[in-house]
DNA sequence: GGCAAATATAATAATATTTCAATAAAGAAA
DNA sequence: TTTCTTTATTGAAATATTATTATATTTGCC
């Protein structure tokens, strides 16, 4: 249960947990839901420019919160359940004793 | 189970999850555990300069993410278990179905 | 009161993040 | 191939965050 974490783990922790902690990224991640959602959706939901948002979409790919694939000319977004799962984690073992 | 969530309260969720998104905030989250610290304590721990510790802490303290308490001049920090474990529901509501 | 210890604040400098505007790339479809 | 649609990239400007340095505040103790 992730007792001891050295700074190295803890930086790299942050690093991931700040990429989630931003609104339009977790307007993104909330609208992702369990399904997939390609840019222009995402972007008219959130009613955003096309860069910004494939901008966003790019940290949270890099980061691997997300995964993209190609179908036609259009890319679809899914959330890497297992990285979100993993902030949440992050989060509970970085608050150890509840 | 926050199916809906606003762009208000999105911003005001990240904000707040920002915060912990630090290393040397994590950090002295992790090493407060369930009891408390002073500053000195914090700073030796951490290995920070006294300006930044207390800096780092303010920011914690005004997001509600600690309390403090002074006994003589000693000023004894320790988590806002509300607003962590808050946190923790933040993250999973923000990234609903698992 | 005057001094020392602990903590806080403020101003500035250094860095990092975010947006904006324009342009590029990649695939579909004619 | 040419063109259209969708998404990505780039560089610069605007903002925000963090560290640094110096100074201030608060309290206890003599």
Redesign the pocket.
């Known amino acids: 249960m992730a007792k001891e974490l050295t700074l190295d783990k803890l930086t790299l922790a942050a690093k991931t947990l ?1 990429v989630l902690a ?1 609104p ?1 990224r977790m307007k993104i991640v909330e609208f992702l839901g369990d399904g997939e959602q ?3 959706s995402i ?1 008219k939901h959130i009613r955003l ?4 948002t ?6 949270l790919l890099v980061h691997n919160l997300v995964n ?1 694939r ?1 179908e ?4 679809y977004y899914r959330k890497n359940t297992d990285i979100i799962a993993g902030i949440i984690n992050c989060v509970r073992d970085c608050t150890p004793g509840k």
């Not at 420019?49 to 910004?52: K, M, S």
């Not at 494939?54 to 940290?59: A, F, P, R, T, V």
């Not at 036609?72 to 890319?75: T, V």
Request: aromatic share 4%; charged share 20%; proline share 0%.
């Open positions: 700040k931003h339009v390609n840019v222009s972007q420019q096309q860069a910004v494939s901008q966003h979409l790019k940290l993209k190609r036609k000319n259009f890319i």
